[in-house]
């Protein structure tokens, strides 16, 4: 059937590709079939739905250990800096050094999860995923606010 596109007459075939011409040259224009959808005003086509993006949540054995060890990593980070910034000093040792030492261990967590981000970023062209509700993008970006504070 007869088809006009701008100022292209084509002749389309739902079976073949159609070829338009216009000014001597030729185009080939693949026409999918569509159930049509008779209106008042005339013929449309129903709008086929787009598939939706998949979410990958398979973020990995790494993925998993990031979200662990940065979630808890992030505050205490967080608040070694506010302390550092009123008080002048860092956090107190703690009973038998535990909170000093997991300071130091959480500062480590940030920049392992910064510098495994930039790795993956260079490796692949892509950031970390998000992950599970967004979870490792958000300790992604808090480890870089994290580093940048610090």
């Given amino acids: 059937f007869p088809v006009m596109i701008g100022s292209l007459r084509c002749s389309a075939s739902l ?15 693949n026409v999918q079939a ?7 005003k005339g013929v449309a ?4 739905p787009e598939p939706e993006p998949e979410m990958d949540d398979d ?4 993925g998993v250990a990031l979200i662990a ?3 808890p990593a992030n505050p ?13 000093s860092g956090l107190p040792p703690g009973p038998g050094g535990a909170l000093g030492a997991a300071e130091g261990i959480s500062y480590l967590v940030i920049v392992g999860v910064v510098a495994y981000s930039l790795y993956t ?3 692949t062209g ?4 998000p992950g599970p509700s967004g979870l490792l993008g958000a300790v992604e970006g808090l480890s870089y606010l994290a580093l940048l504070g610090g």
């Fill in 45 to 48: 086509f129903k709008k086929q």
């Fill in 15 to 29: 079976r073949a590709p159609s070829v338009c011409a216009s000014r001597g040259r030729t185009a080939t224009v």
């Fill in 126 to 129: 892509q950031g970390l995923p």
């Fill in 69 to 71: 060890l940065g979630l």
């Fill in 121 to 123: 970023k260079v490796s």
């Fill in 76 to 88: 205490l980070c967080y608040w070694s800096e506010y302390t550092l910034a009123t008080t002048g």
């Fill in 59 to 62: 973020i990995g054995t790494v």
């Fill in 34 to 40: 569509r159930g049509p959808i008779v209106t008042k």
